[in-house]
């Protein structure tokens, strides 16, 4: 009843921007927060970015001046736009939201996508 889409992700040669997006659908409520995530094979998944339904963001010191989330309420979607890519950002790139669905207003969960692949390679 509730899925999370990513998309946008490929491969980008150091240097270059790529824009992630992350549609929430199906028996929504609100939506709490929304985060991004991403994982390295064999490390340890990190938060990368999020927002809280206030607008307010917070992001993971390694992509503070390059990276910038972005909303669109009315399209429960949120972005990701990541400039001057490093190798280093390479990585799975996942959506993460704390939702309260229509049948359970006064409680929120969490919820994941599926993820996105990001390759940053000359």
């Known amino acids: 009843q509730v899925q999370l889409v990513e998309s946008g992700g490929g491969l980008v040669q150091p240097g270059g921007s790529l824009r992630l997006s992350c549609a929430a659908s199906g028996t929504i409520w609100s939506i709490n927060a929304m985060g991004w995530y991403r994982q390295a094979p064999g490390k340890e998944r990190e938060l990368v970015a999020a927002?809280?339904?206030?607008?307010?963001?917070n992001y993971a010191d390694s992509v503070k001046g390059r990276f910038t989330m972005s909303r669109d309420k009315p399209k429960n979607t949120v972005y990701l736009q990541m400039n001057n890519l490093k190798p280093e950002d390479t990585a799975d790139y996942y959506c993460?939201?704390?939702?309260?669905?229509?049948?359970?207003?006064?409680?929120?969960?969490?919820?994941w996508g599926k993820g996105t692949l990001v390759t940053v390679s000359s």
């Open positions: 993460n939201a704390n939702i309260r669905r229509l049948s359970a207003p006064y409680a929120a969960m969490d919820y």
């Open positions: 927002i809280t339904s206030g607008g307010s963001t």
